[in-house]
């Protein structure tokens, strides 16, 4: 029986050193874990940088890709100028035409975030409605 209580003792304190292990650690991993990788850009520094900080915020608060895709549009419209659009997701294809300097690709977590500014259209005179 004395063997038995040592075994359950050392196995508590075994697991309870991993679990302490891991709460210490988590902020790190989480912090790397959120880190942006630039697959591909055509932006100066600062707006690159910018974008970067609002694509590595806003991971992790919501689960809902559209919800994200949302805030990270209103964020960017707030801090650079013009209208951009925002994709997000875990999987996509796309080919979309931008404004020169005025786009980013990058991965955050387990996201990839499109972002672009789109060249303004010439109005021709026509009004399409609906959805």
């Known amino acids: 029986i004395k063997n038995i209580v040592k075994f359950r003792f050392s ?3 075994r697991t309870f050193s991993l679990a302490l292990h891991l709460f210490l650690f988590i902020p790190e991993i ?6 942006a ?11 690159l940088a910018a974008i970067v ?3 590595e915020s806003s991971e992790g608060i919501h689960s809902d890709e559209r919800q994200i895709a949302t805030e990270v549009k209103q964020a960017v419209e707030s801090k650079l100028t013009g209208t951009w659009q925002v994709v997000v997701g875990r999987t996509f294809g796309s080919c ?14 387990r996201h990839a975030y499109l972002i672009w ?6 109005n021709t005179g026509t009004t399409t409605e609906g959805a």
């Open 96 to 109: 979309v035409h931008h404004e020169d300097g005025c786009f980013a690709y990058l991965y955050v977590g």
């Open 117 to 122: 500014r789109s060249p303004l259209l010439q």
């Open 11 to 13: 196995l508590c304190v």
């Open 30 to 35: 989480a912090n790397d874990m959120y880190k």
């Open 37 to 47: 990788i630039i697959k591909q850009k055509d932006l100066d520094d600062s707006s």
């Open 53 to 55: 900080s609002i694509a």
